[in-house]
């Protein structure tokens, strides 16, 4: 299988604290992108780093890559019970505009 | 950003019976469409690239004759389960990407049961 790999598969902690979770995937890339999915729901795109990006920032979202390991990490800083919820890395398939999301971190903010 | 919208968002049938799921973009128009299955607390699995005007192309291990996909215009597509069986149960959920941009919206899924 492509899919990625993504630890921790579970994460609890608490409001105002930093969430970080890791990706690593196994194919060349053109980029990788990070989705978020509440509890029955869709995905929603956060942030697209691209292959030649090492760091990116969105808000309180930071995400990392290193090609070299074929690795991406995602902090989320100062986090809220809002951010609750199922995060996945996502690759492309080269040459194609198929993605190949990651196994998933389920975070949990607690109030 | 685009729209997706995907219905039904819940779906109970009986075993034998064929269940459509339609997907849509609302705001722009849609030449590739995914199809995905995920079930509970995993990770989303492809099943399936719907091509406008054109056949499906399914990923290994996906029956075709199982889950029919027809892409007739640039904003619909639509996923059939055929002879819905209970281990057809999970959650599917469809996603089109923006010409011109790497990212994919994603429609808000649809739960199928089948007793």
């Known amino acids: 299988s492509q899919q990625g790999e993504e630890d921790p598969q579970a994460l609890s902690i608490q409001e105002g604290e930093n969430a970080t979770m890791n990706c690593s995937y196994k194919?060349?890339?053109?980029?990788l992108q990070w989705y978020r999915q509440n509890s029955g729901r869709g995905l929603v795109h956060l942030i697209l780093i691209r292959s030649n990006e090492r760091e990116k920032h969105s808000g309180r979202l930071r995400v990392t890559l290193d090609t070299s390991k074929k690795s991406s990490s995602l902090l989320i800083t100062a986090s809220r019970a809002a951010d609750t919820a199922s995060y996945f890395c996502a690759t492309d398939a080269l040459n194609t505009d198929k993605l190949i999301f990651g196994t998933g971190t389920r975070l949990q903010v607690f109030p | 950003g685009a729209v997706v919208s995907q219905h039904p968002s819940r779906v109970i049938c009986k075993s034998g019976t064929s269940v459509k799921i339609e997907c849509r973009s609302l705001?722009?128009?849609?030449?590739?469409m995914f199809w995905y299955r995920q079930f509970p607390k995993q990770s989303l699995m492809l099943m399936a690239t719907?091509?406008?005007?054109?056949?499906?192309?399914?990923e290994q291990g996906v029956e075709k004759d199982k889950f029919l996909i027809n892409h007739a215009s640039l904003t619909l597509s639509t996923l059939t389960v055929t002879s819905a069986h209970p281990e057809d149960s999970s959650f599917y959920i469809c996603?089109?990407?923006?010409?011109?941009?790497?990212?994919?919206?994603f429609g808000a899924g649809t739960r199928l049961s089948v007793l």
């Open positions: 719907s091509n406008e005007g054109s056949k499906a192309t399914y």
């Open positions: 705001d722009f128009q849609a030449t590739t």
């Open positions: 996603s089109a990407p923006v010409a011109g941009e790497n990212i994919q919206y």
């Open positions: 194919t060349s890339i053109n980029n």
